[in-house]
């Protein structure tokens, strides 16, 4: 029972220092990316318009809810970083985009596909992008082909890793 205890304070330890970092940079200084977005002209719009990084971390979030991706982009970059330290096997995290009424069927076929195929169907049509499973201290990048967006249709990005549906879900929005 003591080590049950001890396991359970050394997890709560972890995930509260987890929090911590995550939120130091909003109470200091901007991260390097914050401010080369924020510089003048120094990128054009086209570029920053047409990107966008996302941070999940061993707390089984996304640092954003939605991605807004202007219709002026014909492609669209979209980096996944795992900001925690857990390994791929243990708390692995993907970004997949799909259309709102797919999400569930995605990602319980997803499950059944197993971690060697990263939680993906293998061939499946109603994924509009995805990146791989990756683990803590790792990226993945993803170029996403606007064009397969339709208008009229609500699009979301989600985590297929089981379990983590629940709450690594967001929108995904087309907008002027």
Same mark, same amino acid.
């Given at each position: &029972? ?7 304070? /050394? ?14 940079? #909003? !109470?200091?200084?901007?991260? %390097?990316?914050?401010?080369? +977005?924020?510089?003048? !002209? %120094? ?13 999940? =971390? +061993? +707390? &089984? ?15 669209? #970059?979209? #980096?996944?970083?795992?900001? =925690?330290? &857990?390994?791929?096997?243990?708390? *692995?995290? +993907? ?14 076929? =997803?499950?059944? /596909?197993?971690?060697?195929?990263d939680f993906i169907k293998a061939g499946d049509e109603r994924i509009i992008a995805n990146t791989k499973l990756?683990? *803590? ?9 606007? *064009?397969?967006?339709?208008? =009229? ?12 549906? !629940?709450? &690594?879900? *967001? ?6």
């Amino acid at each position: &029972m003591k080590i049950y205890l001890a396991l359970i304070s /050394a997890a709560a330890l972890t995930l509260s220092a987890c929090s911590q970092e995550s939120a130091a940079p #909003t !109470a200091s200084a901007p991260a %390097a990316p914050v401010a080369s +977005d924020a510089a003048p !002209a %120094a990128a054009s719009s086209a570029d920053t318009a047409c990107q966008t990084v996302i941070e999940a =971390g +061993d +707390d &089984m979030k996304y640092n954003k809810t939605e991605i807004n991706i202007s219709k002026s982009c014909k492609e669209y #970059t979209i #980096t996944l970083k795992h900001m =925690g330290t &857990m390994p791929k096997a243990a708390m *692995g995290h +993907d970004l997949v985009i799909a259309k709102s009424e797919d999400v569930d069927g995605v990602a319980k076929d =997803g499950a059944t /596909a197993g971690a060697e195929n990263d939680f993906i169907k293998a061939g499946d049509e109603r994924i509009i992008a995805n990146t791989k499973l990756i683990g *803590g201290g790792e990226e993945a990048t993803i170029k996403v082909d606007t *064009g397969k967006f339709s208008a =009229g249709n609500k699009y979301e990005f989600f985590c297929t890793f089981p379990g983590h549906l !629940a709450m &690594m879900r *967001g929108t995904v929005n087309l907008v002027d």
